[in-house]
């Protein structure tokens, strides 16, 4: 997984990578284009192995330009996966 700002997730090798909206705007040939609201998750793990990533969504605080460098979503989508340790597989 490359290093990016965007709202996904994958496995590599056997590992989690949720990669997660850590930017606070738009890139526009006018400058940024800011959120309305900061993006934050919240991660909450189970006995059973479960992990669940509950995230924040927003909206750009002005329509969006159509000269925007990079669109990345302005959210941190909500995940769950199941986490068990290689000796109990």
Known sequence: MDHDHDDRYGTRNGVHYFLLNSATYAYTN???DFYRDSLYAF???S???GL???G???A???KTS???KVRVPP???DQSVRVVPKSEE
Do not use: F, M, Y
């Open 75 to 77: 959210r941190i989508s």
């Open 52 to 54: 669940r990533l509950a």
């Open 60 to 62: 750009h605080r002005d």
């Open 43 to 45: 991660v909450t793990l």
């Open 66 to 68: 159509d000269t925007v």
């Open 30 to 32: 006018k400058g940024a």
């Open 56 to 58: 924040k969504s927003s």
């Open 47 to 49: 006995p059973d192995g």
